[in-house]
């Protein structure tokens, strides 16, 4: 016959299953890694972020599972009654808010991967570099080209300030001359400059 676990490996199995379904909760609430690291490019912390959430959906998913086969272990590392009951709900209600927001994100979010060079653009010249974000909606809403001054920090690190948000024309080429911005449309040739300029002294 089997011999049971001992007390404290059902007590360590309860802080796994708390550790996969928490842990992603508090990455999203107390510090987004992508939005705090603003490494390289804005591009790659997309991808990086499409992926983050992926590897939330699969964490969450094993807390899950896990806390469905507690029945048989969960009581030995709590007392039976009120605490069991809050650690299942807040787990499950936890697991399963979160993994419709994920699922959700993802859905909307997949063209980070499949056209991330059609939704981030950048140029540089004269010592400065220009980004732009493509927020394309499609049939949901409306359309546009967010354009900003991409500041750089040590180590390889950040900083975007708005210039300016224009209507959507398409994929775009974006060029930079003279603090310059244009962009022309590889559809039609149509360009939008509207006088938009870079100023380098808000890095400063």
Known sequence: MKAPDSPALHGGRILIILALVFLPLAETVFF???GQ???HSPELMGQLAYWIRLLKIVSISAGLYLLTR??????????????KGLIEVSVILAGTIQLAFLLLGT?????DITHSHYLHKEASGDGETVYVYTSDPGAMGKAYHHIY????????????????????IGD????LSHGQVELTSKRNNESVSSDIRADASVCK
């Open 32 to 34: 987004s890694t992508t």
């Open 37 to 39: 690291l603003r490494w």
């Open 70 to 83: 507690s029945a048989t272990y969960l009581p030995y590392g709590v007392k039976r009654g009120v605490l």
């Open 107 to 111: 859905v909307f979010f997949h063209s």
């Open 149 to 168: 001054v991409k500041c750089s920090l040590p180590f390889g690190r950040y900083e975007l300030h708005k210039l300016a948000r224009v209507d959507w």
């Open 172 to 175: 775009v080429d974006l060029t």
